[in-house]
């Protein structure tokens, strides 16, 4: 690379271990795809490919790649090659029989790079020889340790050596045998994922772990240290569900999120708009439900703090919203407005607007909210990495992109700045059906470094607290009768499963949002119907309600729970306006964490930051106690449930990596692995309170992206 010359790679995945070749002729770069259509490839005449085979053999099915790297101004690489849009439905029913995702094959997962993009030069990390690391280049879910490679290095003048084939591990443990580090953790307590919690530390080269436990040997004056000084060391936290972006920006605006009552939210309300008093609108967000009588605010109480400004507050869920009348009036809601599909206007007694939007019905004034600019994302995204970053967080999936959200990942990852690794869930419009599939496909189609839009957001109910979550039992009213209510289904159960097909068809994963029992079933339902072999990187967030009959088929049809475990307590929400509006059955079933693991389902961990904290270890003291720790005093919320630690730090690190399809490349603590890791400031597993637990450092790829120090 350093001489200019162009280095051809070609490598396929099988049962045999002589996979990967590397070749130093510049060659023009080739795609060969072999599938259930194809028999064999011995006619393909490719001398640029003839130290690959060429024979196609019986199952399992074989991927030929070839990619071209050439370097450009001295800095950068470019790979270049056939989109696999177009390959997809050949070649997915033969590569997922090995568990492998195309989508991931073909692009490197921590790159995140389409054919044809400018990536950064040290993609090839250039030493005393020519070297190539093989796991970024499979990623995904590649199972790299099945996998041998042989290195052919052509030195200019000097004709081709070549390195006798060796799997990645062995490979990163021959190279640690003789490596120094650039940084080591020290003197902490190391929880790997694998094993038991044990003294030790970690040594970093060239961003990747080279050494774990005793790490004496691999220092050297140039080494950077961090003592752990007796904290836990975990592999970097993944939120799987998490929303950045709306979180940044609401911390930039009227933010509430420090009020803990009705009147300190209205006196913050106050405040903001005394202070900008040229703006249009007031806007924010992060009021509780609870703070109001049945969790719904009154636009009257609005007016007196607000005057005559529209105003519109989201609650901390995302689910409703605050307005004043001056935004009704702007709206034009009033009592003869009816209630969209997929929401509901609350009312006072004679019809009128009371001024609480639920779910749809937030868009009746939020549509006339002034446009944010890019550049207001692009600092609303610095801004959520930030704090995400604080709590030990080093990788997310965005659980709703919008097209403009989108274009502050890519413009941050083109720049640099954004450091995490990112999958984003675009969002399925429910106001349209098949017809967006295209719009999906080229979305997707935009890569960025450490940004992937390869999910996409199903949102199939609301919230119990405004009864839209879709139930399979009728919610009681205030005075416990049943009624006729079991919520709002966003998308029907039969169109959901015909979106599914296709959608999986097109290795696009689905991130679905399943609060209600019934619309955990509709989700299940969809999956099932799949043909096989099933991807199992589909995920339900939220699973409020799960009905008991269907605990066990998340393990069957391969979907992950995706839990958010700061809501499974007894705190005054759940008290005051869940409990009391349930059935017995529903009531009786709510957030089975415990249960889902117990009938083999993968669990996953996401915060749903801004609805509550991304404080992961508040997060995973809930998960262990089903208490909140400002409620102590109040029963565990069906303490069968609970998890273990060991459960919940695995959820937030190997689940989630394995929801954004990177488990190969971190969530352990392991050599070969990226070296994404949080430090935390004491050892939870020894005793105390788990939420007292505070992050000290995070690591990503090496590189210390957050310190308290």
Known sequence: MRGGYATTIAFRISSKLEDLALDGRGVKPRVLVADQSITQLENVKDPDLDRCPTTLHTRPFLLYVACQERLVDNKT????????????????????????????????VEWGFRMGDVVPHDVIRIGGQCSLDVMSVLGGEVPIDDVRFYLLRRNSGFGTSVQRGLRPRE???????????????????????????????????????????????????????????????????????????????????????????????????????????????????????????RGTPSAEALDQVTGDRPALLYNKDGHGAWVNTAALRRAHISATTGDPNDGRIERLDDGRPQGTLHEGAMDLVSELLPKFTRTDWEAALLAGQKYLFS????????????????EAYIALAGRGELKASVVGALWWERDQALEQIDALLGRRARFAPG????????????????????????YRDYEGNETENTGIDFIDGTLLKEIVRILDRLGFQCHFHTLGSRAVRHALDALDALPAPRRRSHHL??????????????????????????????????????????????????????????????????????????????QIDVAVTRTHREYRERPPLDLVQSLTLTQALNGFTNGSAQVNRVEHEVGRIKVGM???????????????SIADTKITHTIIGGTVVFSTS
């Open 171 to 293: 490979w990163h443990d021959l190279a640690s045998a003789h490596m120094k580090a650039d940084l080591i953790v020290r003197d902490g307590v190391v929880f790997t994922g694998t094993d038991d919690p044990k003294p030790g530390g970690v040594a970093v080269r060239n961003g990747r772990i080279v050494g774990v436990g005793d790490v004496k040997g691999f220092d050297s004056p140039r080494t950077e240290t961090i003592d752990a000084d007796g904290g836990l060391i975990t592999p970097g936290f993944i939120d799987a569900h998490v929303h950045p972006l709306s979180g940044g920006l609401k911390l930039a605006h009227c933010s509430l999120y420090d009020a803990t009552t009705a009147q300190e939210a209205l006196e913050l309300v106050g405040a903001y708009a005394k202070a900008r008093q040229g703006a249009e609108w007031i806007w924010g967000g992060g009021w509780s439900m609870e703070w109001f009588p």
């Open 541 to 618: 967030a939220h699973l409020q309600v799960v009905d008991r009959a269907d605990v066990h088929r998340f393990a069957e049809v391969g979907a992950i729970a995706n839990c958010q475990a700061l809501w499974a307590c007894r705190e005054p929400q759940m008290t005051d306006l869940t409990l009391p509006f349930l059935g017995p059955t529903s009531a009786d079933n709510q957030y089975p964490f415990a249960g889902l693991a117990r009938a083999g389902a993968t669990l996953a961990m996401g915060s749903d930051w801004p609805v509550s904290t991304a404080n992961v270890y508040e």
């Open 77 to 108: 690489a470019v790979l270049s090659g056939e989109s696999p849009d177009r390959l997809q439905n050949d070649i997915r029913y033969g590569v997922e029989d090995r568990g492998v995702n195309l989508a991931h094959f073909l692009f490197s």
């Open 391 to 406: 709590c030990g967080i080093t990788g997310w999936q965005d659980a709703d992109v919008q097209p403009a959200q989108e």
């Open 451 to 474: 940004y992937r839009p390869t999910s996409v957001k199903l949102m199939l109910d609301g919230i119990v607290e405004n009864y839209t979550a879709a139930l399979l039992e009728p």
């Open 674 to 688: 990226e070296a994404d890791l949080a430090i935390a400031d004491r050892n939870p597993f020894v005793g105390g």
